[in-house]
């Protein structure tokens, strides 16, 4: 594998060098570095520093992993791939979102999954090991996020205002979600056994990821948040 030092790189620089390279990289000294592996399609890339904004935007295929935190806007417009974060993310996590998978051990900011969508093989898929802040999949239009709660608190698992504008896809969240209020356009109800066998290799492959256990993690309660069938906003978009 080979190594590449982002001390004192910018951006364009950096990237230039991974399109450059043979083969799989790793990346050191990062340090908020933009736009790293944007649009990259054949490298598993692994980072240790802090990568900056839209992390694997538009990735096509490749696998990023970050040994820390990242971000805003992670797999920004991501078709196809992985994004592998063993730290925190920023807001606007898997803005538009069309395609591949992101795995974050910890929490995540406000909006992620705004705008994610989906399309015919194409489902893309979100793992949020912590919490999520406030708009948690604003205007969803498909795929699937998945927020574990696993931090340990007794706060909600998602901020204020979840699933706003939502007309597709679907939002697990791992919680009897007590106190927390969605808007009257979509609906929330209690995990049943099937509903948990569509979440379990996502988990499954998350818990692997992180080293943790997949049965402990599916055998809490969870909540399934799609939208209602007279849902106005799939009014306004066009069915997949």
Do not use: W
């Amino acid at each position: 594998m080979m190594n590449i030092s982002a001390r004192n790189t910018d951006y364009k620089e950096l990237n230039a060098a991974l399109r450059d390279a043979k083969g799989d990289c790793s990346i050191t000294d990062c340090l908020g570095q933009r736009f790293i592996a944007a649009g990259m399609s054949d490298k598993n890339i692994k980072i240790t520093g802090i990568p900056g904004n839209a992390l694997g935007a538009y990735l096509n295929g490749a696998v990023l992993e970050v040994m820390g935190n990242a971000q805003d806007a992670v797999g920004d417009t991501m078709n196809d791939g992985k994004i592998i974060v063993h730290g925190n993310i920023g807001d606007a996590a898997g803005y538009a979102m069309r395609g591949g998978k992101i795995f974050v051990k910890g929490n995540a900011g406000y909006r992620a999954g705004i705008h994610m969508k989906a399309y015919k093989e194409k489902q893309p898929i979100m793992v949020i090991g912590g919490k999520c802040g406030s708009f948690l999949g604003e205007y969803q239009a498909g795929g699937t996020i998945i927020v574990l709660g696993l931090s340990n608190d007794r706060k909600n698992i998602v901020g204020n205002y979840p699933s706003t504008g939502m007309h597709g896809g679907k939002i697990y969240l791992r919680s009897d979600c007590h106190g927390i209020k969605f808007p009257s356009q979509v609906t929330a109800h209690a995990a049943d056994a099937t509903d948990i066998e569509q979440i379990r290799p996502a988990v499954s492959e998350f818990a692997e990821l992180f080293g943790l256990n997949a049965e402990e993690i599916l055998s809490a309660p969870f909540t399934v948040v799609t939208p209602d069938s007279k849902n106005p906003y799939k009014q306004m978009y066009v069915a997949n």
